[in-house]
């Protein structure tokens, strides 16, 4: 019998299959920047969040050290989460523009949001083993999401994951592409790290046209 969300997310919370990212998220928590000092870190692997009916998946990399891993949500908290609730309001898949603490009331409308690692590797970096170790909480969350119709994978990682879920030999990476694989459209972006959003590698406007192309996709399945 298929596994319930909730059962699956009470499982990635309790994981420890990864002995290198279990102790560095309870190191993080501990050992907290000067920064967050005052705050309580969640450091603990991180289930996906959403509308359980979606059909947009957002595939991202693995939870921020001080981001996801401190508030408890992924995407919440840091600058990568500020960039992907603002375009996901604009674009009518979020409820507000902010994405800053877990009880802030942040819905998401129609999109669920995940990624290929669900602890916050050291340099965001996880090993080939650690995604290996993770990949079958995607597989499950993928069955249990049976409405989706559109896979937005944000970073080459996202990308090359999707490609593993849905059996597919990844294409080259590239920001903004469309892929189609077995009936689901597949749209590749550059992550929204500091590093590319600073560095002006993703540009707003790059970034916001890829939810516009995600709109389309979604209303035309
Ligand atoms: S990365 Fe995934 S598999 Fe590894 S410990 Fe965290 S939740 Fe478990």
Same mark, same amino acid.
């Given at each position: 019998?298929?596994?319930?969300?909730?059962?699956?997310?009470?499982?990635?919370?309790?994981?420890?299959?990864?002995?290198?990212?279990?102790?560095?998220?309870?190191?993080?928590?501990?050992?907290?920047?000067?920064?967050?000092?005052?705050?309580?870190?969640?450091?603990?692997?991180?289930?996906?969040?959403?509308?359980? /009916? &979606?059909?947009?998946?957002?595939?991202?990399?693995?939870? &921020?050290?001080?981001?996801?891993?401190?508030?408890?949500?992924?995407?919440?908290?840091?600058?990568?989460?500020?960039?992907?609730?603002?375009?996901?309001?604009?674009?009518?898949?979020?409820?507000?523009?902010?994405?800053? $603490? &877990?009880?802030?009331?942040?819905?998401?409308?129609?999109?669920?949001?995940?990624?290929?690692?669900?602890?916050?590797?050291?340099?965001?970096?996880?090993?080939?083993?650690?995604?290996?170790?993770? *990949?079958?909480?995607?597989?499950?969350?993928?069955?249990?999401?049976? /409405?989706?119709?559109?896979?937005?994978?944000?970073?080459?990682?996202?990308?090359?994951?999707?490609? $593993?879920? =849905?059996?597919?030999?990844?294409?080259? *990476?590239?920001?903004?592409?469309?892929?189609?694989?077995?009936?689901?459209?597949?749209?590749?972006?550059?992550?929204?790290?500091?590093?590319?959003?600073?560095?002006?590698? =993703?540009?707003?406007?790059?970034?916001?046209?890829? *939810?516009?192309? &995600?709109?389309?996709?979604?209303?035309?399945?």
């Amino acid at each position: 019998m298929q596994k319930s969300l909730t059962k699956l997310n009470k499982e990635i919370k309790d994981c420890t299959k990864c002995t290198r990212l279990a102790r560095y998220i309870r190191e993080v928590a501990k050992n907290k920047v000067r920064r967050y000092k005052d705050q309580p870190y969640y450091g603990r692997p991180l289930s996906g969040f959403g509308d359980v /009916n &979606a059909r947009l998946l957002i595939v991202g990399l693995a939870p &921020a050290a001080h981001g996801g891993n401190r508030t408890g949500r992924m995407f919440t908290g840091d600058s990568s989460g500020d960039w992907l609730a603002k375009a996901m309001h604009r674009h009518g898949f979020a409820s507000i523009p902010t994405s800053e $603490k &877990a009880d802030d009331g942040l819905i998401l409308y129609d999109a669920y949001i995940t990624a290929a690692v669900r602890c916050a590797p050291p340099q965001n970096k996880p090993t080939r083993q650690e995604m290996e170790n993770c *990949f079958d909480y995607l597989a499950q969350e993928f069955k249990i999401l049976k /409405n989706i119709k559109v896979v937005l994978c944000l970073g080459k990682i996202g990308y090359d994951t999707t490609c $593993k879920l =849905l059996q597919e030999k990844p294409g080259k *990476f590239g920001h903004n592409k469309v892929f189609d694989v077995n009936g689901i459209s597949i749209i590749t972006s550059y992550h929204p790290s500091k590093q590319n959003t600073q560095t002006g590698r =993703l540009t707003w406007r790059q970034w916001s046209d890829v *939810f516009k192309k &995600a709109k389309r996709l979604v209303n035309k399945r």
